[in-house]
């Protein structure tokens, strides 16, 4: 298939794939401070899998979504063209998969085969099927693996593929692996100058890297230098040097301070971190997550009075007074929630415009703790329809972009009811239009207010029926 993504992998300085460290405000920071490209954190493609794509309105973002609601990968249009996908998978038709889902939002998609951390070759305790195992630095000793899956993302998708590998025991290994990569198609690959039991202590293998560059004719990005090599922004151009890559892909400098792309120099520390602090709030980040990432950036610095009070923080606004940006917080807080509420309101105003004028609607919501254990809204709804011998419920339920709440429509004997209040979740949505209905037709709901009803004494003689029979069996 064409790419048709202007993305080159030459000469380019890159923001390396770091877990819990690669989310949306540093990608967008690293870029501020003249990063070419940036990777996300690396995603397991099963979780991914799981999630739903949301047009978020209020942070004018793409999120990809858990059933648990938890946003498990987050972007907006000003990294689009600048930010690639990294996931690790064992599957090729999964991470295709994965792909399709995330393409049309990402500048590219890469495979991590160079993660030897557990969180990655053990990523498949999430399914327990035998083809899901070898992932992470654990599919560099399966190459027939790597080329099914490079190969499948290659012909399926129109955005560049890239890879990232650690090195293997030996050079003429390392190089024979990388040849078969670049026959799948790959637009590039990056090597972390690190065999997968080495750790950053470790001394980066240069000379491998300079080996696998002078081997193949796709750009070669050199991964490992922050240790040995990189200090300040003068010292990237002197490790590609040493590597004969083509690109230099910057992991543990850029998370210290990721003003490391700054051909100026670095910021002040204090500076990058307000700025980080600024992103956190434009874009809602989880505050476990920038808490990590500023005790990265602070290090040394964490038993001073700011690092304690980081440390004991609970909350972005607990952050945020740690770094004197209080003020900051309520006027973006504010700010955002008169876009929220303006958002919802136009929505509203559209909903009452589509709205079918023959739907009955009531302000109502369900609380389980008013019901009997077993019994709902919907069961008392499904009774009555038998016993009159209407067609059963049928409902329609929808989801809310703007803050992912659902309507739902029931329909019975031919007429709509509806809640006008959103819901949590479809159950709630659906159980709050029986409930319309239900008081509508003036018919009990089963609440606990209203005593025994037909449908409790039904459950109990149910239940009696079924112990009877577990006795004389």
């Not at 399914?127 to 490079?150: C, F, N, Q, V, Y």
């Not at 790959?186 to 750790?199: L, M, Q, S, T, W």
């Not at 876009?339 to 919802?344: D, I």
Request: proline residues 5%; aromatic residues 6%; glycine residues 4%.
């Amino acid at each position: 298939m064409t790419v048709n993504s202007p993305l080159c992998f030459r000469g380019k300085k890159i923001l390396a794939p770091m877990v819990r460290v690669g989310t949306l405000p540093m990608r967008l920071l690293a870029l501020d401070y003249g990063a070419d490209i940036v990777y996300c954190e690396e995603l397991i493609d099963i979780k991914m899998l799981q999630c739903k794509r949301v047009v978020n309105e209020v942070l004018e973002t793409v999120d990809f979504v858990a059933p648990n609601e938890r946003v498990v990968f987050r972007t907006c249009e000003r990294e689009r063209h600048r930010v690639v996908f990294q996931m690790v998978s064992a599957d090729a038709e999964r991470a295709l998969a994965v792909a399709k889902l995330v393409e049309s939002d990402v500048a590219g998609i890469d495979i991590n085969m160079g993660c030897p951390k557990e969180y990655s070759t053990k990523a498949s305790r999430l399914d327990t099927r035998p083809w899901s195992s070898s992932m992470g630095a654990a599919l560099l000793s399966d190459p027939d693996k790597i080329e099914s899956i490079l190969t499948t993302l290659v012909k399926g998708i129109c955005k560049p593929v890239t890879c990232k590998i650690r090195i293997l025991p030996s050079i003429e290994d390392t190089v024979n692996l990388v040849k078969r990569i670049e026959k799948t198609g790959i637009a590039a690959i990056a090597v972390h100058g690190r065999k997968k039991e080495e750790r950053p202590q470790h001394p980066v293998h240069c000379d491998v890297i300079k080996a696998v560059s002078e081997a193949v004719s796709i750009p070669v990005i050199a991964n490992g230098g922050s240790h040995d090599f990189i200090k300040e922004y003068t010292d990237i151009e002197t490790f590609q040097k040493a590597t004969a890559a083509s690109s230099v892909m910057i992991a543990r400098a850029a998370m210290w301070n990721p003003s490391i792309f700054r051909k100026e120099g670095f910021f002040p520390l204090k500076e990058v971190m307000q700025n980080y602090i600024k992103y956190v709030l434009r874009y809602d980040n989880h505050y476990t997550n920038t808490k990590y990432c500023l005790c990265q950036m602070l290090r040394e610095q964490l038993e001073t009075t700011q690092g304690k009070k980081l440390h004991a923080a609970q909350s972005t606004q607990e952050i945020c007074e740690a770094f004197e940006m209080a003020d900051f917080y309520e006027e973006t807080t504010a700010i955002f929630e008169a876009k929220k509420t303006s958002l919802e309101t136009e929505s509203q105003d559209e909903d009452d415009q589509m709205e079918d004028p023959g739907v009955i609607k009531m302000a109502v919501r369900f609380d389980k703790r008013e019901y009997p254990p077993q019994i709902t809204p919907k069961m008392c709804l499904l009774e009555w329809c038998r016993k009159e011998k209407h067609p059963q419920p049928a409902y329609e339920t929808v989801q809310r972009p703007l803050d992912r709440l659902f309507c739902s429509v029931v329909t019975v004997a031919e007429q709509k009811y509806r809640s006008t209040l959103w819901d949590k979740s479809k159950k709630l949505a659906e159980q709050s239009a029986a409930i319309v209905c239900l008081r509508t037709l003036g018919v009990p709901e089963g609440k606990l207010c209203e005593g025994e009803n037909q449908l409790i004494n039904k459950r109990k003689r149910e239940a009696q029926e079924r112990l009877n029979n577990r006795d004389h069996g």
